[in-house]
């Protein structure tokens, strides 16, 4: 069974989806008048995390996810949870680590797609030759 959960962030309103015990959705919510408000124990620690990152006081999260995608993009993924807090990498460098150097754009997609677009629960940051994202930039903007 799909369970949702919204909550107003620093950074905007966020929809959580579980199933099965495991997080498989945390997106940015198109339409903040729509609320969903499934009360589970991983809803709840999941909003608790987010909440003590965007605070400051949280570094590493704790929540099991299902992330589901192709090969590649289950590679990038992999490649974006070794990026340490705070740090940046470029999308080429993502490509690369994921074992296909010039899939620049395949990785700016996978970055897009469902759960993992959201660095906080990742612990990423991902950088375009034009500008960069981090998590702790997360806060300051509303369409990071």
Request: aromatic share 10%.
């Amino acid at each position: 069974m799909l369970y949702r959960y919204s909550f107003d962030s620093p950074v905007g309103c966020l929809r959580l989806e579980e199933e099965d015990g495991y997080l498989t959705g945390l997106h940015f919510d198109p339409d903040p008048s729509v609320r969903y408000a499934d009360d589970t124990d991983l809803l709840r620690q999941t909003q608790q995390q987010l909440t003590e990152y965007f605070a400051g006081s949280r570094t590493s999260f704790s929540i099991p996810l299902k992330l589901q995608g192709t090969d590649f993009q289950k590679r990038v993924w992999k490649v974006l949870q070794t990026i340490p807090y705070a740090k940046t990498m470029s999308y080429g460098q993502v490509a690369a680590l994921a074992g296909n150097p010039k899939a620049c754009r395949a990785v700016g997609m996978a970055t897009a797609i469902r759960l993992p677009s959201l660095c906080p629960v990742i612990e990423s940051s991902v950088q375009t030759a034009e500008w960069s994202v981090t998590a702790a930039d997360c806060g300051s903007r509303k369409n990071c």
